[in-house]
T-cell receptor
Framework: AQKITQTQPGMFVQEKEAVTLDCTYDTSDPSYGLFWYKQPSSGEMIFLIYQGSYDQQNATEGRYSLNFQKARKSANLVISASQLGDSAMYFCAMREFNTGNQFYFGTGTSLTVIP | DTAVSQTPKYLVTQMGNDKSIKCEQNLGHDTMYWYKQDSKKFLKIMFSYNNKELIINETVPNRFSPKSPDKAHLNLHINSLELGDSAVYFC?????????????FGPGTRLTVT
């Protein structure tokens, strides 16, 4: 089974609008961390935001917030007030604390911000 | 100053050759990783070292051999290169081995095997 599922291969959003990128995960480990990374066309991977499985509140980092729904095993990334520079691939990732500390990445969502 | 650097950025070589990719981090992190990103952008972990000790050794051909001379360096040597090895290889580091530390990635090395 896929550990991380990103069902939106491509998304479009109007500049200044908010957009939600979906991510669901699969784990039986009660302790895990969820990450979002951005990969612009230049190729580098940039860390955006982190959510721990025991965190009570949804993580926020500037215009990024993580909509964490533990029972549904979803960790959607919300980008508010989209900017042209947000156009990139976005990867959701998970790391399990107790099961070998493996790092699993989703297949990514390509976001295009339209002026 | 670049936090995680890789050399070379581009590598074009012929099948059967042996090549190395070097990675250095100046963040004082304990843990380093190698990832392979294929043409469909799928990222897969290959190896991980914590304090110079091999921790993760995914199912990769044994033509791939990592070497960590010290905590700040993790090199990847590939023997007998094959066409299917063409990909972008990313080095990354994290402060500790623990799962709640994010990884900092290098700029990637685009390997093309002809």
């Amino acid at each position: 089974a896929q550990k991380i599922t990103q069902t939106q291969p491509g998304m479009f959003v109007q500049e200044k609008e908010a957009v939600t990128l979906d991510c669901t995960y699969d784990t039986s480990d009660p302790s895990y961390g969820l990450f979002w990374y951005k990969q612009p066309s230049s190729g580098e991977m940039i860390f955006l935001i982190y959510q721990g499985s025991y965190d009570q509140q949804n993580a926020t980092e500037g215009r990024y917030s993580l909509n964490f729904q533990k029972a549904r095993k979803s960790a959607n990334l919300v980008i508010s007030a989209s900017q042209l520079g947000d156009s990139a691939m976005y990867f959701c990732a998970m790391r399990e604390f107790n099961t070998g500390n493996q790092f699993y990445f989703g297949t990514g969502t390509s976001l295009t911000v339209i002026p | 100053d670049t936090a995680v650097s890789q050399t070379p950025k581009y590598l074009v070589t012929q099948m059967g050759n042996d090549k190395s990719i070097k990675c250095e981090q100046n963040l004082g992190h304990d843990t380093m990783y190698w990832y392979k990103q294929d043409s469909k952008k799928f990222l897969k972990i290959m190896f991980s070292y914590n304090n110079k000790e091999l921790i993760i050794n995914e199912t990769v051909p044994n033509r791939f051999s990592p070497k960590s001379p010290d905590k700040a360096h993790l090199n990847l040597h590939i023997n007998s290169l094959e066409l299917g090895d063409s990909a972008v290889y990313f080095c990354a580091s994290s402060r500790k081995w623990r799962a709640d530390y994010e990884q900092y990635f290098g700029p990637g090395t685009r390997l093309t095997v002809t």
